[in-house]
């Protein structure tokens, strides 16, 4: 199931509101990954956004990942 052009600008609007950074974009993955977008923040890849349909009911799920040593990284800044 692809992620319209629309549903794309509708999510990063929605996202961009929520977490107030108008640095947040959504890209395509691609003909390989037609039903997830990548998050980023100033072009920095962040997150994946799945897009599920199940009994005529559309989700977007985020799913951001956070190494240990990413936050070791905060730590020493």
């Known amino acids: 199931m692809n992620i319209s052009p629309a549903e794309i600008q509708k999510l990063q609007t929605y996202l961009q509101q929520k977490f107030s950074n108008k640095g947040l974009a959504l890209r ?3 003909a390989q990954a037609p039903d997830s977008l990548e ?3 100033d072009g920095e890849f962040i997150a994946l956004i799945f897009k599920d349909e199940d009994e ?3 989700s977007f799920t985020l799913s951001m990942s956070i190494l240990d040593i990413d936050l070791d990284g905060e730590a020493a800044a």
Request: glycine share 22%.
């Open 56 to 58: 005529g009911e559309t």
């Open 28 to 30: 395509s993955r691609g």
């Open 39 to 41: 998050v980023l923040i």
